[in-house]
Structures are given as structure tokens and as C-alpha cells.
């Protein structure tokens, strides 16, 4: 059920998004900069015309780098705006199997699933255009599944992940680190530090690296 509807969801989104598209409904230009950005890039150049700053000269969004091999192969400005949504997709299933894990019965934890799909901030998201920190929803996700499954080292790739969405999800993690260094207090300080006092000491150095250098 929950797969269902993830790809009903995916198909939908992606076909309104490619609707509005291709009948100029398109408004703002994130878009167009990320696709004039990726293109330039893949060819070697860095000029960006479309607001005469470079990549990480707008936002500091290194995961937009990943689209790379993709704009390669599927020249369309439209494939970023599909992954974009399919990993909001992903949402459904990955919030089913974290609520399995916490030991959800199957009937609710599909509910679950379902109304992450169903909430309108997760349509809205999907249909307004393309943005990398858009991405940062299924990757906390994925982050606190991690968690849950106490996978360290999933758990830092999918922090990192987030951190490389925008410069401004380091507070955010800063703050969940902060936050969860005390409530598990009950834990040995050793393990609390792997999961929250060295992902959060990432997390400020990577903001000052955003805001002062690059």
C-alpha cells in the first residue's frame, strides 16, 4: 500500500510540475539557475548568467553537485525536478519502515507513512519548482531511521547529506545534537558522543566554513 502510493504520489507531482512547466507556470529562477549551473559545470565552464554569481556564490548547496551525471545523461531541465521528487516519494516507505522499527503495528505505521505523503507541505515542496534544500526533508528522515537502527555510519551519511542541502541545516543539526546529547543523558557519554557531540562539532565548523569562507 505504502509503495503504491509513493509512486501515485511521485507520478502525480512530477507530471503537474512538468504541466506547469511546459505552460510557463514557472515563476521564479532557481530552476533555470541550477540547470544553467550544472550544464556550465559539465562543460567545464563556471559562468552562471541567470544571477551573475557562481554555484556556491547564491546558497552553499554542494549537494546540487550530484546532479551532475544526471543532467549528463537526460539533458532536460525537468530530471531535476523529478529526483527532487522522487526522493520526497521515498518519504512514504522510509517513514513506514522507521515507525516498524519503533514497533508501530503494520496497520499504523503505513497510516504513517501515507500521511507524510498526504500532509500539503509535502506537495507544496514537491510542486514548487526545484530547490536542494527541498531534499533535506527525506534525508533527515533517512537520518533519524539511522538512528533508530543504530547504523553510525548511516547515520553520519545522511547528516552530511543534510548539511550539503544549505548552509542554514547546520544550526538546525547543531540544535538536534544539542538537544539529544541531553535527553540521552542516560546513555555512556562515549556513545552520545559518537552520534551527537562530534556530528555537532561538524555542524558548526562546517557554518563557519559557509559563512566565512566560501
Given amino acids: 500500500v505504502i509503495t503504491t502510493v509513493a509512486v501515485i504520489s511521485f507520478l502525480v507531482w512530477t507530471w503537474t510540475s512538468y ?34 554569481v557562481p554555484l556556491l556564490g547564491n546558497h552553499v548547496e554542494p549537494i546540487v553537485f550530484l546532479f551532475a551525471p544526471l543532467l549528463a545523461i537526460f539533458r532536460h531541465p525537468m530530471v531535476f525536478v523529478a529526483a527532487q521528487n522522487a526522493l520526497l516519494a521515498s518519504m512514504g516507505p522510509v517513514g513506514y519502515s522507521t515507525a516498524r522499527r519503533l514497533g508501530f503495528p503494520n496497520k499504523q505505521a503505513c497510516l504513517l507513512g501515507v500521511a507524510i505523503l498526504l500532509a500539503p507541505a509535502a506537495g507544496f515542496i514537491a510542486l514548487h519548482e ?30 552530511a547529506a ?53
Fill in 19 to 52: 504541466a506547469r512547466w511546459a505552460d510557463f507556470q514557472y515563476r521564479s529562477f532557481d530552476l533555470a539557475y541550477y540547470v544553467q549551473a550544472i550544464w556550465q559545470l559539465i562543460h567545464g565552464r563556471f559562468d552562471v548568467s541567470v544571477e551573475n
Fill in 130 to 159: 526545484f530547490h536542494p534544500e527541498a531534499l533535506a526533508a527525506p534525508f533527515l528522515l533517512l537520518m533519524l531511521q539511522a538512528r533508530v537502527t543504530k547504523s553510525l555510519g548511516r547515520h553520519w551519511l545522511w547528516f
Fill in 162 to 214: 543534510v548539511l550539503a542541502c544549505k548552509e542554514n541545516m547546520a544550526p538546525l543539526l547543531a540544535v538536534y545534537c544539542a538537544t539529544f546529547f541531553i535527553l540521552e543523558r542516560h546513555r555512556a557519554f562515549a556513545e552520545r558522543c559518537r552520534w551527537y557531540a562530534w556530528p555537532m562539532n561538524v555542524a558548526i565548523l562546517w557554518f563557519v566554513i559557509c559563512v566565512r569562507v566560501i
